[in-house]
C-alpha cells in the first residue's frame, strides 16, 4: 500500500514536470516574424514553454482559422488589425480572457466581450509638410476646393481599409462615400504605401497625407529633420482611429494556462518597451514614464468605436471600387 502510493506521487510529480518541459503553443502570427521572434525566443526562456510560430498576413491567417474551425492547431492568434479578431471572434473561436487580464487595459484596447487584447496600438494621422500654414481640423475639410490636390491617401492599405470600415460606422455609409468621392474630385493622389507619402510629403509633392503615426518616428529615425510633422484630428474624428495588434486565445487550445501566460508575457513592461522601441507603437497599459501622456492622448483624440466592427471589411472593399479607388 504504502510503495503504492509513494509511486502514484512520484508518477505524479514526474507528469507535472513533463507537461511543463513539453508545454508547448501554436501562435498564428499576422505579425512579423523579424519583429516577434526575439520576444516569443525572451519568453520560451523564460518560461520553458515551446512556442511554433505560423506566420503570415493577418486576414489570411484570419481566413485560415475560421476555415480549421475546431480542428485549428493554433493556440493563439496574433494580428496585426482588429478587425481580423473581430471576424474570428464573430465566429466564436476566441475564449474568454480572465478579468485580471482584461481590467489591465484601457477600454479601447480590448474587445467589449473580453475574447481578446490588444499588445499595442497604432495610430492614424494627418502628417503635413512644415511649410504648410493652415492644417485642416477634420477630414471633411480635405475634401474642400482649398485643399484641391494637396493630400496623399494610400487606398490600397490594409490600415487606410480599416480606417474606412470605421468612418463607416462612425459616419454612416452615405457620408463616407460622399466624401471619398469628394475627396476623389478633389485630387487626393493615391500613394502604394505610407511610406510613400512620407517621402512625398518631403518631396513637397503633397501638403498633407493621411497614415499610421510610427511612419514619421522612423523617418524621424534616420533623418531627425525631415520637414514633415504631425497631428491629430479634432477629438473624436474618424481620422484618428486607434487601431491595435491584438492576442486572442482560441477555445480550443488544450495549453490555456501556457497561453494565458503568452498574453500576460505580452503585456510586461519591457515587451512593451520593445514594441515602442522597434516600431514606434503605443504601448497599452500606463506606467512607462514619459509614455504615458502620449498614450492619455490618443486614448483622449480616438474615435469612440467598438473595435471588433472593423471586421466588416467586404463592405468597405466594395465602396472603394465603386468609388473607383480601388
Ligand atoms: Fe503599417
Do not use: C
Not at 18 to 42: C, D, N
Not at 218 to 241: A, C, D, H, M
Request: hydrophobic fraction near 40%; charged fraction near 25%; proline fraction near 4%.
Amino acid at each position: 500500500m504504502k510503495s503504492f502510493f509513494s509511486g502514484a506521487i512520484i508518477a505524479a510529480i514526474l507528469f507535472f514536470f513533463a507537461e511543463s518541459a513539453f508545454a508547448q503553443l501554436t501562435v498564428y502570427s499576422g505579425r512579423s516574424k523579424a519583429l516577434v521572434e526575439p520576444l516569443i525566443e525572451k519568453f520560451e526562456a523564460e518560461t520553458g514553454i515551446r512556442v511554433r510560430v505560423r506566420y503570415g498576413g493577418t486576414t489570411q491567417l484570419a481566413v485560415a482559422l475560421m476555415e480549421e474551425g475546431r480542428r485549428t492547431p493554433a493556440d493563439l492568434f496574433w494580428a496585426q488589425d482588429a478587425g481580423a479578431l473581430g471576424a474570428v471572434h464573430q465566429s466564436r473561436l476566441l475564449a474568454s480572457l480572465p478579468d485580471d487580464i482584461m481590467d489591465s487595459l484601457p477600454e479601447i484596447f480590448r474587445n467589449s466581450d473580453g475574447t481578446w487584447v490588444a499588445t499595442s496600438g497604432r495610430a492614424r494621422v494627418l502628417a503635413y509638410n512644415t511649410k504648410s500654414e493652415h492644417l485642416p481640423t477634420s477630414l471633411f475639410d480635405l475634401a474642400k476646393p482649398e485643399f484641391r490636390g494637396r493630400t496623399g491617401w494610400a487606398p490600397a492599405n490594409a490600415s487606410f481599409q480599416s480606417f474606412v470600415t470605421a468612418m463607416r460606422t462612425i459616419e454612416g455609409e452615405e457620408r463616407t462615400r460622399q466624401w471619398l468621392t469628394d475627396m476623389r474630385r478633389n485630387g487626393a493622389v493615391a500613394y502604394n504605401n505610407n511610406s510613400s507619402i512620407i517621402q512625398a510629403l518631403e518631396a513637397e509633392e503633397i501638403e498633407f497625407g493621411l497614415t499610421n503615426h510610427y511612419y514619421l518616428e522612423r523617418v524621424r529615425n534616420i533623418r531627425p529633420n525631415t520637414p514633415v510633422q504631425q497631428k491629430f484630428f479634432e477629438s473624436g474624428n474618424p481620422g484618428n482611429l486607434v487601431n491595435v495588434a491584438g492576442l486572442g486565445v482560441l477555445n480550443t487550445s488544450s495549453n490555456k494556462s501556457a497561453a494565458l501566460q503568452f498574453v500576460k508575457f505580452m503585456l510586461t513592461e519591457d515587451s512593451q518597451r520593445y514594441f515602442l522601441n522597434q516600431v514606434f507603437e503605443y504601448p497599452v497599459i500606463t506606467g512607462l514614464g514619459e509614455q504615458d501622456e502620449k498614450l492619455n492622448e490618443i486614448l483622449e483624440v480616438s474615435p469612440d468605436i467598438d473595435l471588433d466592427l472593423l471586421r466588416d471589411l467586404e463592405e468597405t472593399l466594395k465602396l472603394l471600387r465603386e468609388t473607383g479607388l480601388l
